[in-house]
């Protein structure tokens, strides 16, 4: 039903058609970028686009973009009428890729075409799509040590690549010629600038059936549809203030010790307010968020529990941000290294917001999902005579948190875009010379609760013929582990490990890194976190754990130390198990008495009997809350004592026995 805000100068069922027409539109750009784009990675949805008015706010996005983008492009428009003003003219196109304008990463490359009738500009444009490669230190350009963003890449603020009409081919070979691979990213760009064009005959097709009056009204009036249900449903939730917060690994130039993300949520009337200001320093590498990508975070979080609603500017109109003061890890300003952002800063603004709602909305509750990583991988391809540049950009599928009610999803693209899609490993494989030797649900990554989190995924590769190669991870969370909420309990710690051709085992990198060399017959393999717990898994039904293990989701090791049920394996080929229930019980109390004393054990020695073999990773994390140098042993005392007070606010303060 039509909202009242549609006002009588537009009626309503010209309204929903016009309404659906815009969001027509946005996806026919995507399928333009699908069908013509030069890149793997942008084949993979690593792209957005869409509508936005004559004053740059978003009209209209597409129904599967990437959800740090859709956040953005309303700035990214700005910033081009704020650089260009009056002298913008039909025919002309735009390019940026400045985050400090609002926008992500460097590797986020919009292109934005203004839309005129009669000579008069109406509306914009845009499509963003994520370049493999845009220069910098290392290939795929995230320089995980760079703490100023001239190792990043080329910065693009606000340029001119078509004149009205005209190509302007010396500006676009510049910027073409700082990429490691120039024909893909050229080819990239025309498919973008394409997708705009679409836009643009398809609104010139709108007004000429509907006229120029009715459709720059209905511009304005979706925005103003969607500030009003948004502004209703606010209206209907209690008001109050809620806090939390959450970490990021640690930041390099003040060594061990995580780095807090701090989001305070208030609701007052119709209105939302989001307060950042307890967040730390910005961190000495690419993990920051710049003020566009922490204000898509929160719109983000947000969005998640309000499904139902478009997204356009008339959302943003309902929500106030305070970011805090510039120089934060969440405010991050010029020349701050800002690449990684998707993996560090946004993606915990993202799980904290998840938790303030899970409190305001209990019935749509999540616990936190596992954090996005991307690993890269170039050098020269030595399969063909003349060793062109390779680059294997790759990310993985995991763990959604456990919900009010539902398990977390299993194998589920990241909250940061959930539209992208898996990339074949066929097709990677005939583009570099990087073989996939395994892919895999990992048994036991769900975070266990009374519903558990989704389970996240381990990845192998071999190289083969690879010449002058290089390798980066951009991630996090090998230490501040994904959580569980009410009473939930956390997955596993990420982090990548490296077993060279010539060497007697594997050497463990972590979950950050950049330009580690490697060759010929070098292997890696990383895993995906599972989503964290929703509520004491102690009271999760054993039928439910019994199908788990039937699944391969949860070991029958595991089952007993993380849920208290005690499966009795009769025949595991026939799948023949079954629940001992009297031993179940039995397990079930002593773990009641004893689990929060084992919080309170000596780290030292949680430490000591992991480096042992006695401990593994899951007890560390689940029973005794001790957090260590998975690679070394090392006890990590700081990050310790941080994470035990996490898991005794989460977890242990919503246990009821």
């Not at 898996?422 to 570099?432: D, I, T």
């Not at 190669?469 to 994904?482: G, K, P």
Request: hydrophobic share 35%.
């Amino acid at each position: 039903m039509v909202s009242q805000a549609v006002e009588k100068d537009l009626d309503p069922v010209t309204f929903e058609v016009l309404k659906n027409a815009f969001s027509t539109i946005v996806d026919q750009m995507a399928e333009q970028i699908l069908r013509t784009c030069y890149s793997f990675v942008i084949y993979a949805r690593d792209f957005s686009s869409a509508l936005c008015d004559r004053d740059g706010n978003t009209i209209m996005q597409g129904s599967q973009d990437i959800a740090v983008h859709v956040g953005t492009l309303h700035f990214t428009a700005k910033a081009v009428i704020e650089e260009f003003g009056d002298d913008i003219n039909p025919g002309d196109v735009f390019a940026l890729n400045d985050p400090y304008l609002g926008g992500t990463h460097f590797s986020d490359m919009r292109i934005v075409r203004p839309i005129f009738h009669d000579n008069e500009l109406i509306a914009f444009s845009q499509s963003n799509g994520h370049w493999a490669d845009v220069g910098g230190k290392v290939p795929g350009s995230f320089d995980m040590t760079a703490h100023e963003h001239f190792g990043e890449g080329l910065r693009v603020t606000p340029i001119r690549i078509w004149d009205r009409g005209r190509y302007l081919h010396d500006v676009v070979r510049m910027v073409l010629a700082n990429t490691r691979s120039p024909e893909i990213a050229g080819g990239d760009l025309h498919a973008q600038a394409q997708a705009t064009k679409v836009a643009e005959d398809e609104i010139g097709r709108l007004i000429a059936k509907y006229g120029p009056n009715t459709v720059t009204t209905a511009f304005d009036r979706v925005q103003d549809y969607v500030e009003k249900v948004t502004s209703q449903r606010v209206a209907q939730l209690p008001d109050g203030e809620w806090e939390t917060e959450d970490f990021l690994d640690a930041d390099p130039a003040r060594g061990e010790g995580l780095v807090r993300v701090r989001v305070k949520l208030s609701i007052d009337g119709d209105r939302i307010r989001y307060d950042c200001s307890g967040s730390d320093p910005a961190v000495a590498n690419p993990l920051n968020a710049s003020n566009g990508s922490a204000f898509s975070g929160l719109i983000t979080g947000t969005k998640m529990f309000f499904p139902d609603v478009p997204l356009n500017s008339g959302f943003y109109r309902v929500v106030d941000v305070d970011l805090g003061p510039t120089g934060s890890v969440l405010n991050a300003t010029w020349p701050t290294a800002v690449t990684g952002f998707c993996s560090g800063a946004y993606e915990k603004i993202v799980s904290c917001v998840f938790e303030l709602w899970s409190q305001v909305v209990p019935e749509r509750a999540i616990a936190s999902c596992f954090n996005l990583e991307y690993l890269l991988v170039g050098g020269q391809d030595q399969r063909s005579p003349d060793s062109p540049n390779f680059m294997w950009y790759d990310w993985m599928v995991g763990g959604w948190g456990g919900r009010n009610g539902r398990d977390g999803s299993n194998c589920t693209s990241a909250v940061f875009g959930v539209g992208e899609e898996v990339q074949p490993f066929e097709a990677q494989e005939r583009l570099s010379p990087v073989v996939t030797t395994s892919h895999e649900i990992i048994m036991d990554s769900g975070g266990p609760g009374a519903f558990r989190g989704g389970c996240g995924v381990r990845k192998g590769g071999t190289l083969t013929d690879a010449g002058r190669t290089v390798m980066s991870y951009c991630n996090d969370r090998s230490r501040s582990v994904t959580w569980g909420i009410e009473g939930g309990l956390p997955s596993m710690p990420h982090g990548l490990w490296l077993h060279r051709h010539d060497a007697a085992g594997p050497e463990y990198l972590g979950a950050t890194f950049s330009n580690v060399a490697v060759g010929p017959g070098d292997s890696f393999e990383r895993p995906s976190a599972g989503g964290g717990g929703y509520g004491d898994p102690l009271l999760r039904d054993p039928a439910a754990v019994l199908e788990d293990v039937l699944d391969g989701y949860v070991s029958v090791r595991r089952a007993a130390l993380d849920y208290g049920v005690v499966v009795t394996e009769n025949d595991a080929d026939l799948l023949d198990y079954e629940i001992d229930v009297a031993a179940t019980n039995e397990l079930r109390e002593q773990i009641r008495q004893s689990r929060r004393s084992w919080l309170q054990e000596d780290p030292q020695d949680i430490a000591a009997r992991y480096s042992s073999g006695e401990l593994d990773k899951f007890d560390l994390v689940r029973r005794y809350g001790v957090i260590v140098d998975w690679g070394t042993g090392e006890l990590l005392g700081e990050t310790t004592k941080s994470f035990r007070a996490m898991i005794q606010r989460r977890a242990v303060a919503c246990w009821t026995t």
